[in-house]
């Protein structure tokens, strides 16, 4: 019998429910629902995200086409449905019980449960558990189980056998050349020509047990926790739940208890960074803005700007609201409270200036890591804080008034986001200027370098938790200090921007053109790289480099034929679309490459050194070419310039690679974190 025996042993034997992780607490609390309804061992199944990245492309690698006209989450929710019914075949479950992260059991399943489930014929192939019953057909009202066309898949069974009709379904549909429209569509067309022996829970047959939308618009002062999407009428015994996302309350999140403290209100935390949190645009300022949304769904957030940008930190305050829509209040530092000789050192002659860099005994970035500066933080924020989170390790000493508390294990937990391990970075970046004759500039970052790691031997070991952005990364922090909490965070893949007009180029370079490992991938790119391409194919090779805070030396760059050179593009979307292929020429970096990331989810193959790539679950040859010497790299981009076939393949392997590191699914694995890491005083 490919179904259970009992109601009993449904409830008990376990299912999925997919869900998105940016909407976790969705799933927390359907899954609560169903434990008080009996319901057990539910697994959570990540199902695609719409707005991380478009699953169009994703399904279409896999063989399914979908109508035109279907929205992009409609397309998601099919694909992701249809990837749990070729689990069922390929391993050979009997049955698979599903639900969607909305769901609401009604109360009386508990009681007549076993009464549905005894009407239930033991060949059913779709057990619709939670339906929309269509009353244009004959419906025996009399009956706890229908068998009549339905639709919706919120709570259903489906077994080995249905899988496979299903699936053989949709190919036959295929191959008679016709689109594919969502699986619940497909579940009433089939149901209509009786192609799957499927059955309703009559819905009908229950009391109303939960207000309903049209209740709740009439009366928008009262918000129970629990609302039917409908009024009832022709639904399954599986509601779905208005108050956790509807068109009246889209993602309403419920109650969290571990928002509250003794004092009776939401938790505090102090937010410390060199840059403005964003959705988009520089790296750093987009991981900031994750930690800043993370933070805002738990705790009331004070948000403290260190202004080591000046002028470039006051300009992006004022352009983005981002900030000011999670931030409680925004706090900038003083120039006071900062330390004059670095002040002093950016007025001196480059000689100059190195000579004092490495006798200075503080590394990169300190200028106002400083005690004043603490000691301001910590009197406009005051005492009564549970989480600081500070971005980038030269920042770490302004949680320098918490830690005494914190080590005591009475203060509030401490968090240090390094992004990337700083140390080996700057080691890199000295290894490209020594050859090249600069032995002085060499000589600023090793002792840089040098610095960072004294300044990490101060202050990691004091702190709970130190987050790092690449795999490398973490290792090399958990190797140096075993004692401390390492956890990855990835950096999201940067949301897909405004759309518009840009020239038609074969090579893309994206990135901030004043971090120096930037600078130099773009004029090694320019001039080594291009011209070993040029030469491979007998013809000019039109090289974009598009970038935030375009360095002098880069925008000479654009003097060279057929480059260009383009400075705060206001979206890099236009200059994507326009490329036929993406780079990442680097030679030194930590942390997550963005880059690649991001033309991934742009659909662009991408040419990459084995150190740009480094820190992503990607294969050479997969989802993109990795060179590291000039000639191979000009291969590669040779290669892929020829051959629409390879390129086709591997954007179809990287969308993958990008949906993973949607944004919404790393605010959402941060929140989680942070939730722990709060729990743990």
Same mark, same amino acid.
């Given at each position: 019998?490919?179904?259970?025996?009992?109601?009993?042993?449904?409830?008990?034997?376990?299912?999925?429910?997919?869900?998105? /992780?940016?909407?976790?607490?969705?799933?927390?609390?359907?899954?609560?629902?169903?434990?008080?309804? *009996?319901?057990?061992?539910?697994?959570?199944?990540?199902?695609?995200?719409?707005?991380?990245?478009?699953?169009?492309?994703?399904?279409?690698?896999?063989?399914?086409?979908?109508?035109?006209?279907?929205?992009?989450?409609?397309?998601?929710?099919?694909?992701?449905?249809?990837? %749990?019914?070729?689990?069922?075949?390929?391993?050979?479950? /009997?049955?698979?019980?599903?639900?969607?992260? !909305?769901?609401?059991?009604?109360?009386?399943?508990?009681?007549?449960?076993?009464?549905?489930?005894?009407?239930?014929?033991?060949?059913?192939?779709?057990?619709?558990?939670?339906?929309?019953?269509?009353?244009?057909?004959?419906?025996?009202?009399?009956?706890?189980?229908?068998?009549?066309?339905?639709?919706?898949?919120?709570?259903?069974?489906?077994?080995? *056998?249905?899988?496979?009709?299903?699936?053989?379904?949709?190919?036959?549909?295929?191959?008679?050349?016709?689109?594919?429209?969502?699986?619940?569509?497909?579940?009433?067309?089939?149901?209509?020509?009786?192609?799957?022996?499927?059955?309703?829970?009559?819905?009908?047959?229950?009391?109303?047990?939960?207000?309903?939308?049209?209740?709740?618009?009439?009366?928008?002062?009262?918000?129970?926790?629990?609302?039917?999407?409908?009024?009832?009428?022709?639904?399954?015994?599986?509601?779905?739940?208005?108050?956790?996302?509807?068109?009246?309350?889209?993602?309403?999140?419920?109650?969290?208890?571990?928002?509250?403290?003794?004092?009776?209100?939401?938790?505090?935390?102090?937010?410390?960074?060199?840059?403005?949190?964003?959705?988009?645009?520089?790296?750093?300022?987009?991981?900031?803005?994750?930690?800043?949304?993370?933070?805002?769904?738990?705790?009331?957030?004070?948000?403290?700007?260190?202004?080591?940008?000046?002028?470039?930190?006051?300009?992006? %305050?004022?352009?983005?609201?981002?900030?000011?829509?999670?931030?409680?209040?925004?706090?900038? %530092?003083?120039?006071?409270?900062?330390?004059?000789?670095?002040?002093?050192?950016?007025?001196?002659?480059?000689?100059?200036?190195?000579?004092? #860099?490495?006798?200075?005994? #503080?590394?990169?970035?300190?200028?106002?890591?400083? /005690?004043?500066?603490?000691?301001?933080?910590?009197?406009?924020?005051?005492?009564?804080?549970?989480?600081?989170?500070? &971005?980038?390790?030269?920042?770490? /000493?302004?949680?320098?008034?918490? %830690?005494?508390?914190?080590?005591?294990?009475?203060?509030?937990?401490?968090?240090? !986001?390094?992004?990337?391990?700083?140390?080996?970075?700057?080691?890199?970046?000295?290894?490209?200027?020594?050859?090249?004759?600069?032995?002085?500039?060499?000589?600023? &970052?090793?002792?840089?370098? !040098?610095?960072?790691?004294?300044?990490?031997?101060?202050?990691?070991?004091?702190?709970?938790?130190?987050?790092?952005?690449?795999?490398?990364?973490?290792?090399?922090?958990?190797?140096?200090?075993?004692?401390?909490?390492?956890?990855?965070?990835?950096?999201?893949?940067?949301?897909?921007?405004?759309?518009?007009?840009?020239?038609?180029?074969?090579?893309?370079?994206? *990135?901030?053109?004043?971090?120096?490992?930037?600078?130099?991938?773009?004029?090694?790119?320019?001039?080594?790289?291009?011209?070993?391409?040029?030469?491979?194919?007998?013809?000019?090779?039109?090289?974009?480099?598009?970038?935030?805070?375009?360095?002098?030396?880069?925008?000479?760059?654009?003097?060279?034929?057929?480059?260009?050179?383009?400075?705060?593009?206001?979206?890099?979307?236009?200059?994507?679309?326009?490329?036929?292929?993406?780079?990442?020429?680097?030679?030194?970096? *930590?942390?997550?490459?963005?880059?690649?990331?991001?033309? &991934?989810?742009?659909?662009?193959?991408?040419?990459?050194?084995?150190?740009?790539?480094?820190?992503?679950?990607?294969?050479?040859?997969?989802?993109?070419?990795?060179?590291?010497?000039?000639?191979?790299?000009?291969?590669?981009?040779?290669?892929?310039?020829?051959?629409?076939?390879?390129?086709?393949?591997?954007?179809?392997?990287?969308?993958?690679?990008?949906?993973?590191?949607?944004?919404?699914?790393?605010?959402?694995?941060?929140?989680?974190?942070?939730?722990?890491?709060?729990?743990?005083?």
């Amino acid at each position: 019998m490919a179904l259970p025996s009992s109601y009993a042993e449904l409830q008990a034997g376990g299912g999925v429910m997919l869900h998105l /992780p940016r909407l976790r607490w969705r799933a927390d609390y359907s899954l609560q629902k169903l434990a008080e309804a *009996g319901f057990v061992n539910i697994e959570l199944e990540e199902g695609l995200d719409a707005s991380v990245a478009d699953p169009r492309p994703v399904a279409e690698a896999h063989g399914w086409f979908f109508e035109p006209g279907l929205a992009p989450g409609e397309v998601a929710c099919s694909l992701s449905m249809l990837r %749990l019914w070729e689990r069922v075949v390929a391993d050979d479950l /009997p049955y698979l019980l599903v639900f969607e992260d !909305d769901v609401l059991p009604h109360p009386a399943m508990a009681e007549r449960g076993e009464a549905y489930w005894a009407e239930t014929p033991s060949d059913a192939e779709f057990v619709l558990l939670g339906n929309w019953m269509y009353f244009g057909y004959a419906v025996d009202q009399s009956r706890l189980v229908a068998t009549v066309p339905a639709s919706c898949l919120h709570a259903y069974v489906v077994t080995q *056998g249905g899988a496979r009709r299903a699936l053989s379904l949709l190919q036959r549909s295929l191959a008679q050349d016709r689109w594919l429209t969502i699986l619940d569509m497909e579940l009433l067309y089939w149901m209509e020509r009786w192609d799957v022996r499927a059955v309703c829970w009559n819905g009908t047959m229950l009391p109303k047990a939960f207000p309903t939308e049209e209740v709740l618009a009439a009366n928008p002062s009262t918000v129970p926790p629990d609302v039917a999407r409908s009024s009832g009428a022709g639904t399954g015994t599986f509601l779905q739940n208005a108050t956790l996302g509807s068109s009246i309350w889209p993602e309403r999140e419920p109650p969290v208890p571990w928002a509250s403290r003794a004092r009776g209100g939401r938790r505090r935390a102090v937010l410390i960074s060199t840059w403005v949190p964003s959705m988009a645009g520089n790296g750093s300022a987009i991981r900031v803005g994750v930690a800043l949304e993370a933070l805002a769904r738990t705790y009331d957030v004070d948000l403290v700007l260190v202004p080591l940008y000046g002028a470039l930190l006051q300009r992006a %305050l004022h352009a983005d609201s981002f900030a000011s829509r999670f931030a409680r209040r925004v706090h900038v %530092l003083p120039d006071s409270v900062s330390d004059p000789f670095l002040g002093r050192i950016a007025a001196m002659a480059p000689e100059d200036q190195q000579r004092a #860099r490495i006798a200075y005994p #503080r590394p990169v970035h300190v200028q106002f890591s400083t /005690p004043e500066a603490a000691a301001h933080i910590a009197a406009a924020i005051g005492e009564d804080v549970d989480l600081v989170y500070a &971005f980038r390790l030269f920042l770490a /000493p302004l949680t320098a008034p918490w %830690l005494s508390g914190a080590e005591d294990g009475g203060g509030p937990s401490v968090v240090l !986001d390094i992004d990337e391990d700083d140390s080996t970075t700057l080691r890199q970046i000295a290894a490209l200027y020594r050859p090249a004759g600069l032995a002085g500039v060499a000589e600023v &970052f090793e002792s840089d370098a !040098d610095k960072l790691e004294e300044m990490a031997d101060a202050w990691v070991p004091r702190v709970d938790v130190v987050l790092a952005s690449g795999p490398r990364d973490v290792a090399t922090v958990d190797a140096r200090f075993p004692a401390i909490d390492v956890r990855l965070l990835p950096n999201p893949a940067p949301s897909i921007g405004r759309e518009g007009s840009a020239p038609d180029v074969d090579v893309l370079f994206v *990135g901030n053109c004043s971090y120096v490992p930037n600078i130099d991938a773009a004029q090694w790119l320019c001039t080594a790289v291009v011209p070993r391409l040029q030469a491979r194919l007998g013809r000019p090779v039109r090289v974009a480099v598009v970038g935030s805070l375009v360095h002098a030396s880069v925008h000479e760059l654009g003097e060279l034929p057929n480059v260009v050179v383009v400075a705060d593009a206001p979206s890099v979307t236009p200059w994507y679309r326009s490329a036929r292929i993406a780079v990442a020429p680097l030679r030194a970096a *930590g942390g997550t490459r963005l880059k690649i990331l991001e033309a &991934f989810a742009h659909r662009r193959p991408v040419v990459s050194t084995s150190l740009g790539a480094d820190g992503l679950p990607v294969v050479n040859g997969k989802h993109l070419l990795i060179a590291d010497d000039e000639n191979d790299f000009a291969d590669a981009c040779a290669r892929l310039l020829r051959d629409h076939e390879l390129r086709s393949a591997l954007v179809d392997a990287a969308v993958d690679v990008a949906l993973a590191y949607g944004r919404p699914r790393i605010v959402d694995q941060l929140t989680y974190m942070l939730r722990d890491v709060g729990e743990v005083r």
